[in-house]
Nanobody
Framework: QVQLVESGGGLVQAGGSLRLSCEAS????????VGWFRRAPGKEREFVAV????????YHADSVKGRFTISRDNANNTVYLQMDRLKPEDTAVYYC????????????????WGQGTQVTVSS
């Protein structure tokens, strides 16, 4: 089983950048499709981006397309979320999670959610 731990959050001004990391442990990480999700205060958790096991295919939610980029380094068991041109509405706790079935990742039908990492964007 793959365990995922998020890091890299913080406080940033609108227009700034952050890079989140999702570090994995477990022998099957290279077969895992991994997604980033976020939960803003008072809102449901929402899908942000997904990357397939090979790293060749990605998909980003419309709300972050052109500003956020998901990538992965299988040699280091890490998935990244580069966040540029941040907006106050990006403020949320960000989570990563994954599965061998990419549909489950895109739909968020996953278990074993971690603590997440807080991103706060000031105006």
């Amino acid at each position: 089983q793959v365990q995922l731990v998020e890091s890299g959050g913080g406080l940033v001004q609108a227009g700034g950048s952050l890079r989140l990391s999702c570090e994995a442990s477990g022998r099957t990480f290279s077969r895992y499709n991994v997604g980033w999700f976020r939960r803003a205060p008072g809102k449901e958790r929402e899908f942000v981006a997904v990357i397939d096991w090979s790293g060749r295919n990605t998909y980003h939610a419309d709300s972050v397309k052109g500003r956020f980029t998901i990538s992965r380094d299988n040699a280091n068991n890490t998935v990244y979320l580069q966040m540029d041109r941040l907006k106050p509405e990006d403020t949320a706790v960000y989570y990563c999670n994954g599965d061998e079935a990419i549909g489950a990742v895109i739909n968020g039908h996953l278990s074993n959610w971690g603590q997440g990492t807080q991103v706060t964007v000031s105006s």
